[in-house]
């Protein structure tokens, strides 16, 4: 028997998926993250969920990783001390950033320090063009001057090297990125025309430097999680997760660290894709709720949309413009702080608010028994009925409803001289309010109309709070997968081995000859494959432009069919601006800036076990749960016992090990031929 194990890392829970590719059997386990060293907890769950399901190490032929390690790096600033070299004249080009205001009436703006400190900064002379004849050449004496200065005297440990126009003429980048690796061979070193050779220096400077400074941490932590599962009997293929929804290997996750900002994340909207194509159901909203975060994706006929821009470590209100821009693919989402941990209190307003503050794995809720006293999500849902406090992740760990009531009359029912389970509902509903706000304002900036589209509804909290979400934005069905609690472990066993390049050349489409057409996109194709030369499937090669009129101020991204000719590029273009402008009226002349090549392997096969329940629709209990008018005698259904066809009218509570499906009043869920939830909710009455 061959299985694969996909492993998640959350900021409060570690999940697992164990998947045997001969008989099509799954098992799941859930773990608490151990923040200190989360390699720990892989090494530990993966033990757990073998142990327990009697299967050995040697017998996993794929391990597949997805992890938030990278982002939290950044966001928290725990990454190696980093110096940069650009070229003269161009030193401020962090502080100065695009010079735009992302709020025009706001005097209070605020923006993160860059990644690398100005007194981290050296200059090099030289200078090219954009279009890669040098003007200035490069003086590597006075480099390696800088460059000593920055190791011996500054003691960094990462180098970004960041060169004004390198997307266009790499070479000064490349000596002087064989001079810093011959002279230190222990200083991790990144370039920018390999990690980001695109035009816009800011967003091509900004990415390079946190390359640079998540590398020496990230490429330490692949290591021990390595020896790690070496030491355990581990004997096959190791993979990484990256933000655009593909899996890399270890040696090119080490490289470009940047790629898997958005790891665990991808997987998940991934996943999403995969039952909406299932299902026959194009369109759909992916809603995601851990432990820490909440994130929304949009599915547009049957795929993710991706990107090629995000931002990290917003500094003013989680407003667009006000954080770290990065220029990599990564699967589109809007993320918010709003998880089962994150923490509730009363604000300046007198008001209740929750998050972005999470009480994390350690010490977690105040129910969760492990010290903490702030009040949170986790701690409301128990107060409301929705968690068992003796059916925690299925058992294995209890919940202290006593903690959690204290934390809550202490920190807002107190305060506000509300009810206990007042207090808690207004946590509840306030984090309901804040997720559809923010997917409501994702949706309507790309264009979706979710309100006749179903939502997929996963992870530890979100079957939770997905009903509530749903019928605040109007949506008529919420989907919840059989395993929604670890779907992006899931995710993680269901995506290729995938690599990506863009390169920026600008050309005028009428300039472009066949052969000059050719070899570019040759020259990438080769660059993207190298990551993958030793997959074992038959590649598939995506090519895409991004193409605007001369004189425009943006591009828009044309797929090419796989034979294309220049000749056919102005009507690829003109029917992708007519598609998102609705006209194009009038002709003018085509120009193509940036080259993109896309690379992947065949998907892994993976079929979600068909639901296993049969017979009669019996609640193994009830309890009382909160909705909108109070509490109700609720029954209970143990989701292992349904089979496909089940309709259960709600109330209803329905529990997995995992996560717990809440079902409110005159609502109605069915169990379908896949194992997936879906119910209907009740148009207003």
Known sequence: MTFRLGIDI??????????????????????????????RAVLEGTSAILERHGVDLGAVGEVVHGTTLVTNAVIERKGARTGMLTTAGFRDILDMRQEKRYDVFDLRLVFPEPIVPRRLRREVAER????????????????KAALIELVEEQGIESL???????????????????????????????????VCPEWREFERFTTTAINAFTQPMFDQYLRRLEVGLEALGFTGRLFVMSSSGGTLT????????????????????QMSAFHGRALGRAELLSFDMGGTTAKGALIRGGRAIKEYHQEIARAHGFKAGSGLPIRAPVIDMIEIGAGGGS?????VRGAI?????????????????????????????????????????????????????QAITETVAGPLDLSLARAAWGIHDIVDEDVARAFRIHASERGFDYRGSSMLAFGGSGPVHAMGVAGKLGIPRVIFP????????????????????????????????????????????????????????????????????HGQGHEIEVTLPPEVTVAALPGLFLAEYEAIHGAALFEGALVITTWKVEVAAAPPQFAAPPPTGAGEVVAKGSRQAYFADGYMETPVYDRYGLGAGAIIAGPALIEERESTVVIGPNDTVKMDEFGNLVAEIAGPS
Do not use: W
């Open 10 to 39: 959350g900021g409060t829970f570690t999940d697992f998926a164990l998947y045997d590719d001969d008989g099509g059997s799954l098992a799941i386990h859930k773990q608490l993250t151990t923040p200190d060293d989360p390699s």
């Open 128 to 143: 090219c063009h954009y279009d890669g004849r040098v003007e200035v050449p490069l003086d590597l004496a006075g480099a």
């Open 160 to 194: 970004a090297i960041c060169l004004l126009h390198a997307y266009a003429a790499p070479g000064h980048e490349q000596v002087l990125g064989e001079m810093a690796r011959e002279s230190y061979p222990d200083l991790a070193v990144s370039l920018s025309s390999q």
């Open 250 to 269: 270890p040696e090119t996750a080490r490289r470009f660290p940047v790629r898997v900002i958005e790891s665990g994340p991808a997987a998940g909207a």
């Open 343 to 347: 923490i509730a209190q009363v604000d």
């Open 353 to 405: 608010s929750v998050g972005p503050r999470s009480a994390g794995a350690d010490p977690g809720p105040a129910c969760y028994g492990r010290g903490g006293t702030a009040a949170t999500l986790t701690d409301a849902n128990l107060i409301l009925g929705y968690l068992d406090p003796a059916f925690f992740l299925g058992g294995e760990m209890s919940l202290d409803p006593a903690a959690a009531a």
């Open 482 to 549: 059989a395993a929604a609690g670890v779907m992006s472990a899931l995710g993680l066993l269901a995506s290729p081995l995938t690599f990506e390049v863009a390169r920026t050349r600008q050309i005028f489409v009428d300039d472009l000859a066949a052969a000059d057409f050719d070899a570019t996109f040759g020259a990438l194709g080769d660059q993207a494959k190298a990551p993958l030369e030793n997959a074992d499937d038959a590649l598939t090669i995506t090519r895409r432009l991004d193409m605007r009129y």
